[in-house]
């Protein structure tokens, strides 16, 4: 489903001074506009007293022509004006007058990444307004609070004139964001100048989560469930285990080489539990305490960079459908019609907390996390997955589905494995870690059987190495597929360049015949080595676009 942006009623034009066009914003009531700070700011000077601008601006509602301008000034406490090193940057206006009915801008907590979006701006020399359409590409920016947006660089550019804009989604129309900056300007907060934008087609958004970090009030007009549960925000006072802390920043900051990382909290009061719902808060754009970013500001207690995780669930207590629901819903996987995911963007990391305390702990983990699991070496997928107990024939219900992957992805690297070693020299050996590992696994079934309280280290031991042994074959399965990719792309460019060459009249041409063959032996006889085999058919397909032009030229016959 593609949704008709251009029909929006709620889209807005903030103007200043002399009706000077300042940037966008939407409506989000009758009596309330979203915008960027830098927007309302360059209007005037701020206020001496409280910071904020000393002059109104005044509103233009474009989506709902014939409706009158009305002036706005900041809601005091909605004030967020962009820091030097490019935080912040959002306000809220109130209105004298109410707008006409809604509907109204549909802000939404999504996962903002991989979506594609339309963005409505409105330069100086457009009055009616100019679209963009671009695809969201991930954080980035200070403090990682914005998400990166690419556009095409031949189409319309976002320039001066977008600034407060709402970014749509083009699947749902639900609004995921807010337009902040393009490339040239990112630090500042400030638009690039009218008629100068840059060719590259990179601006970035203020997603929704980070526009709730600074403007809580604007929750009032948002929907869609926050990504981290309720239960990791509650008030807690219980230390944190400072080296499990490190070890989830280190996970979800791709510094520590794992997918699925499991961890035994053992109580609700432990300081390994606290360490956890630390790391889903302090993470998440919208709930991170305004001091936290990488650290504590004792700097001893390390957490995951902001928007590191897309989600974190609360299984304890709940069905398995609320939980994958959850999922479904913040990957948008059924906005769509009848729940089509076509859109839908995968998470990258996740937390699943308390699996064992779920109504059915078996049941979520098989239709829920197992499938996930068998995602995250191909995708790079963390996940991280907590149990409240050792829970011994969960985790071993896991870890014998991971081994079994890992068989699968082996089994596979083999067979890419003997077609590039036929083709490419010196491809790398596919590890052999499955068999080992199948028999660890049997050795702890029978351990759980009959003595517990020696499992749990070996345990834990198998689950690392399997995971370990997981991330080393997709590794080398992919590395194989690349070779063979880059193997059959130079067979396809020198069969093209013959083929160029014989609609010439050149293929018994005494300058390219040997150069051609030099470039197919490499390629055909026997395993070559790829970069001598790429000279050799760059050689070639120079060597016809010479004799061509020689051709063209008169200098062949």
């Excluded at 409280?50 to 022509?65: H, T």
């Excluded at 100086?124 to 679209?131: R, S, W």
């Excluded at 060719?199 to 997603?207: C, F, R």
């Excluded at 063979?484 to 067979?491: F, I, M």
């Amino acid at each position: 489903m593609q949704v008709d942006s251009g029909n929006a009623p709620w889209p807005v034009r903030i103007r200043g001074p002399h009706r000077r066009v300042l940037g966008a914003g939407m409506a989000l009531d009758e009596r309330h506009v979203l915008t960027c700070a830098h927007v309302v700011g360059a209007a005037g000077e701020p206020d001496p007293h409280d910071g904020l601008p000393a002059w109104p601006v005044d509103v233009d509602l474009v989506g709902q022509p014939g409706v009158p301008t009305v002036s706005a000034r900041v809601v005091p406490g909605c004030w967020a004006p962009p820091t030097s090193d490019g935080r912040g940057d959002v306000a809220l206006l109130e209105l004298v007058t109410p707008l006409p009915h809604g509907p109204f801008a549909p802000l939404r907590r999504v996962r903002p990444s991989g979506r594609r979006v339309v963005v409505c701006g409105y330069p100086d020399t457009l009055e009616h307004g100019v679209y963009v359409r671009a695809r969201l590409a991930g954080r980035s920016g200070a403090g990682r609070e914005r998400v990166q947006m690419d556009s095409s660089t031949t189409g319309p550019q976002i320039i001066q004139g977008f600034s407060g804009a709402a970014v749509t989604d083009e699947s749902t129309g639900h609004v995921v964001g807010m337009v902040v900056s393009t490339y040239g300007n990112s630090d500042g907060g400030q638009d690039a100048v009218a008629g100068h934008a840059p060719a590259s087609g990179l601006s970035w958004m203020i997603p929704v989560e980070t526009i709730l970090h600074y403007l809580p009030r604007v929750g009032d007009w948002v929907s869609g469930r926050p990504s981290v549960d309720l239960d990791f925000r509650l008030p807690d006072q219980t230390p944190v285990d400072a080296p499990s802390a490190r070890r989830i920043a280190d996970f979800f900051g791709h510094r520590l080489p794992a997918n699925v990382l499991v961890i035994v909290t053992v109580h609700p009061e432990s300081g390994t539990a606290a360490a956890v719902r630390r790391a889903a808060v302090f993470s998440s754009r919208e709930f991170r305490p305004p001091s936290g970013r990488d650290a504590d500001p004792d700097g001893e207690l390390a957490v995951p960079p902001v928007g590191s995780i897309d989600l974190a669930v609360e299984a304890a207590g709940r069905r398995t459908g609320d939980v994958s629901q959850q999922i479904a819903d913040w990957i948008g996987a059924t906005d769509g019609p009848a729940g089509d995911a076509g859109h839908a963007t995968p998470p990258q990391a996740l937390i699943i907390n308390n699996i064992d305390e779920a109504d059915e702990p078996e049941k979520l983990l098989s239709t829920v996390v197992l499938p996930l699991v068998d995602q995250a070496p191909a995708r790079d997928l963390r996940m991280l997955l907590t149990f409240r107990s050792e829970s011994v024939p969960l985790r071993i219900t896991l870890l014998a589905r991971r081994v079994e992957s890992l068989r699968d992805v082996e089994e596979t690297a083999r067979r890419s494995y003997q077609d590039v070693a036929a083709r490419v020299a010196d491809p790398p050996q596919v590890p052999s870690r499955a068999t080992p590992l199948r028999m660890r696994l049997t050795a702890l079934r029978a351990a759980a059987a009959h003595d517990r309280d020696s499992l749990a280290a070996g345990l834990a031991s198998t689950e690392r190495a399997t995971d370990r042994a997981l991330r080393e074959a997709e590794a080398v399965r992919q590395r194989l597929v690349a070779l063979q990719e880059s193997w059959s792309e130079l067979r396809g460019r020198l069969d093209g360049f013959l083929a160029m060459a014989v609609r010439h009249r050149l293929a018994e041409d005494p300058v390219l015949s040997p150069i051609y063959r030099s470039a197919y032996e490499l390629l055909f006889d026997g395993p070559c080595e790829l970069a001598a085999a790429e000279a050799a058919v760059r050689r070639f397909s120079d060597a016809v676009l010479t004799r061509i032009e020689d051709q063209r030229r008169g200098g062949v016959g």
